[in-house]
Structure formats: structure tokens, C-alpha cells
């Protein structure tokens, strides 16, 4: 019977000096998955994959792949591949040696290995591709080769380092999906890593988000934007409203915040401390001429239009908002009357308690 799952890490820590830079960290990927580990530059995840990869070694705890311990298993003999960010592909051979260069390595006869090679390249979409130099392709290009030489060798689990960091951002935009969907044709387990927030929120099945060496929250994209557990997690994943203030009274999972201006804000969440942090996404600010336009909603403030971020349909505004120190960010509205407001145009703001996160601060 197959293992039901192709990786698991289990009390993984990694030690430089008295530094911890993995602490303590445990999770199961399952075959076929698409899993991001997504955190800032330091926060230990290029360490993590190293030591699944074999380069590095754990202080303590295990590695296992398809169940079995990986402890002492060096690198070229795990079934594990790396994309790194650099590609590292062969500039003096052609692209099908280039992904035929591991099952050479491995005994497989030349004309085997070139066969399979070109059948991995047809399916990255590079029909054809196998004399041109690796010198001549686009950046997309290069990375499907990347890709493509790490498929062949029908790894258990793919291995990808920031793969998309040195390509623009229109052909970033378009690898997102590609990879997405060439995880899916071959459906080999995926672990991915980024700083990137929103590649990791595209492609991924599940995201760790990994800050100072711990997991700080793991579960889909979804859960991770609508249901943040940590203030870290809300602050990290997706645009948001970031506030501090006091806790001045909670009813039936509604949690008062004062903040030093004396404005009092309601939200959802428990802040068993006296310091509470609220946050509000831009997309869950509801913009009125008047403050009959707000309806029902707990928060409600008036304020003025500081700055107009024009970004197509992702387009924002910073409202001037008195009792805030800093402007409100709300997603500037496509359509209606207040589709072509300006700077310093007043305007009311409001949002509901659901929609405003409290954590312990």
C-alpha cells in the first residue's frame, strides 16, 4: 500500500551556534499536493529545504519521504529535485542534454534518455526545443527546462527554491498558472517557497506561513486570508488595516478596542491581554457619500480622500480619517457614484464587526 503521504517533516530543528533558525517544526505534505512555505527573507524556509533536499542536516528530529527516514541519506540519493531561483541550467549544452543530463548520470543509454527527454518537453510545451542552446531561450523558457529536467527523473517530490524571483512581472503573472498546471499534469507533490505572497496564495493547495524558524499557521489560502490566527499571519498575508489600542469590553465574541485617539472600534476575536491589534482588509470597507449609506454598520467614520492608487481593477484609496493616525486603505469602487472620486473628496467609511480581526497584541 502506498504511504499516504510523500513528506513528512517531525520536530525538525536546525541549529547555527545558539541560533535556532528551524525550531521545532512538524507537517505532512500528501502526494499530489501543491505546498507553499511562504515567509520573509530569514525566516528559515530556504534552511527547511535544504535539509529536505540533503544539503543540510537537522540538529534534530526527522525527514521522511514516502515513510522512509532520509537521516544519512545524502542528497544524490533521495528521491527529491531542486529548482533554484538561479536555474543553474548548462549554458554550453542544448536544451534536450540539458534534461537529459540526470538520467545519463543514472546509467540510462542515450538514446532512451533523449527520448524521454523530449517527451518531458512536450509537455512543458517545448516541443521541438531539444538542439536550441539554453542561451538563446526566453526566461519562461529557461525555467520550463529547469522544470522539465527535474520532471524527467520522476522525482517523488519537486523541490522549488523562489523559481520565478528573476523574471518579470508579466511573465511571473503567466508561470503561476503554468506551474499550477504542469503540477497538475504530472501530479508530482510540489514544495514551494517564496516570500510572495501572492504566488503562494494562486498555486497552492496548503501554505505554511514561517516566521523566526516556527510555523506560525498552516491551511489553505483561503482559510489563511479570511481566518488568520496570528496577528503575524494577518498582517502577512494579503493587504490589510493594521491597528493597536485597548480592550475595553467584550459581549458575546465582540471585542471593544479603544484606540489613543479615544475612537472605539468593534471586531470579532478575544484579546485576553489589555493590548489588543485590529485588522481590516481594504475589500471589506464599505464607501458611502453619506452616512445613510452605511446601513446598520458598527464602525462608521467620515473622512477625506488623501491618495488615489490607480492599479486597473486592484485600484485603492487613502482616506484621511480623524481619530486614525494613519490613513485608511479601502478598494476603490468600479462602478457607482463614487467610481471616479478624488483627491479630497470627503467620504464615509464603515465595516462590519465580522470583518475586523482582534488579537492579543
Not at 546509467?107 to 527520448?115: C, K, M, S, Y
Not at 499557521?217 to 490589510?240: K, M
Request: proline share 6%; hydrophobic share 40%; glycine share 10%.
Amino acid at each position: 500500500m502506498a504511504p499516504s503521504t510523500d513528506l513528512d517533516i517531525v520536530n525538525v530543528t536546525k541549529r547555527f551556534g545558539s541560533h535556532a533558525a528551524v525550531d521545532d517544526v512538524t507537517f505532512s505534505v500528501a502526494p499530489g499536493e501543491f505546498f507553499s512555505i511562504l515567509g520573509p527573507s530569514g525566516c528559515g524556509k530556504t534552511t527547511l529545504m535544504r535539509m529536505i533536499a540533503g544539503f543540510e542536516h537537522p540538529s534534530s528530529g526527522d525527514i521522511r519521504i514516502r515513510g522512509k527516514s532520509m537521516i544519512g541519506v545524502p542528497a544524490n540519493r533521495r528521491p527529491v529535485n531542486m529548482v533554484f531561483q538561479s536555474l543553474a541550467l548548462f549554458p554550453m549544452m542544448s536544451v534536450g542534454e540539458n534534461v537529459a543530463y540526470g538520467l545519463t548520470c543514472r546509467g540510462v543509454n542515450r538514446a532512451d534518455a533523449e527520448e524521454r527527454a523530449n517527451r518531458v518537453l512536450e509537455r512543458v510545451g517545448l516541443k521541438g526545443f531539444g538542439e536550441r542552446r539554453v542561451t538563446a531561450l526566453s526566461g519562461g523558457q529557461r525555467q520550463r527546462v529547469a522544470i522539465a529536467r527535474c520532471l524527467v527523473l520522476e522525482p517523488t517530490l519537486v523541490l522549488l527554491d523562489e523559481p520565478l524571483g528573476a523574471l518579470d512581472l508579466k511573465l511571473r503573472e503567466h508561470m503561476k498558472i503554468e506551474l499550477k498546471q504542469l503540477q497538475g499534469t504530472f501530479n508530482t507533490t510540489f514544495a514551494y517557497i517564496t516570500h510572495d505572497q501572492s504566488e503562494a496564495l494562486v498555486m497552492s493547495d496548503r501554505i505554511a506561513v514561517m516566521n523566526q524558524g516556527r510555523f506560525e499557521q498552516v491551511g489553505s489560502p483561503r482559510e489563511l486570508y479570511h481566518n488568520p490566527t496570528t496577528p503575524f499571519v494577518a498582517s502577512f498575508v494579503g493587504e490589510t488595516n493594521r491597528w493597536q489600542g485597548e480592550t475595553v469590553g467584550e459581549t458575546a465574541g465582540t471585542t471593544s478596542v479603544r484606540l489613543p485617539s479615544g475612537a472605539v472600534l468593534q471586531g470579532r476575536g478575544t484579546a485576553s491581554q489589555p493590548t489588543a491589534l485590529a485588522f481590516v482588509r481594504p475589500e471589506a470597507i464599505a464607501l458611502a457619500q453619506g452616512e445613510v449609506g452605511l446601513g446598520g454598520l458598527p464602525n462608521r467614520f467620515e473622512g477625506r480622500v488623501s491618495a488615489v492608487l490607480f492599479d486597473g481593477a486592484n485600484s485603492s484609496l487613502l482616506i484621511t480619517t480623524p481619530g486614525f493616525e494613519e490613513p485608511i486603505r479601502a478598494v476603490l469602487p468600479q462602478a457607482g457614484p463614487l467610481a471616479g472620486i478624488e483627491v479630497g473628496a470627503p467620504v464615509h467609511l464603515g465595516w462590519a464587526a465580522d470583518a475586523m480581526k482582534v488579537f492579543a497584541a
